[in-house]
């Protein structure tokens, strides 16, 4: 069974960090670009970023960019999500996703597996 779990959300300062874990299951994470994706109340998900294994290469949303990292730990199967400087803007579902596409980071037609999300909310 293909399963991406995310977990490590919660609630953060303004400024605070976080970061959040996404644990893959029945595939090897370092085979496809990995995306992870994030959807606030009242908004559509949009792409904050999408890793391409094949060149290591990351795309990053113009609104994250400087502030959120992300990494893997093939080992595990897991990728990261290091967020900095945290705002309220950011304050939404995140959810880490297989076969991102990295010209088009809120492109979904093609995502395979979707993980369940986890919360995060920046707020004092």
């Known amino acids: 069974q293909l399963q991406l779990v995310e977990s490590g959300g919660g609630l953060v300062q303004p400024g605070g960090s976080l970061r959040l874990s996404c644990a893959a299951s029945g595939f090897t994470l370092d085979y496809y670009t990995i995306g992870w994706f994030r959807q606030a109340p009242g908004k559509e998900r949009e792409g904050v970023l999408c890793f391409s294994s094949s060149d290591g290469s990351t795309k990053y949303a113009d609104s994250v960019k400087g502030r959120f990292t992300i990494s893997r730990d093939n080992a595990k199967n897991t990728v990261y999500l290091q967020m900095n400087s945290l705002k309220p803007e950011d304050t939404a579902v995140y959810y880490c996703?297989?076969?991102?596409?990295?010209?088009?980071?809120?492109?979904?037609?093609?995502?395979?597996?979707w993980g369940l999300g986890t919360l995060v909310t920046v707020s004092s």
């Open positions: 996703a297989r076969d991102c596409t990295p010209e088009r980071l809120s492109e979904v037609r093609y995502i395979e597996v």
